[in-house]
């Protein structure tokens, strides 16, 4: 048994180092993760995903539960 969750929405790459958009994604990212920084290599990237669909599906438990959620977007 297992745990899918399923998002639909946009998500956009950051790979240019030099960015102020990356500098601030890393910035933040690994000041709330420190411990992942080790794994950080000359070609890590950002992924900001802004999801407007989700589904929850949970098949661990008796019967299966599921939740499903449109997200409004912010104007």
Known sequence: SE???QIDGTAT???DISSVDFQ???E???TQNPDARKFK???SVFIVMKPTWYRLLDLTVLPP???EKT???AS
């Open 71 to 73: 997200i409004e977007m």
């Open 13 to 15: 790459l950051f790979e």
């Open 41 to 43: 290599t000359d070609d």
């Open 24 to 26: 601030q994604l890393d």
């Open 28 to 30: 933040f990212f690994f």
């Open 3 to 5: 745990k899918n969750i």
């Open 65 to 67: 539960t599921e939740e």
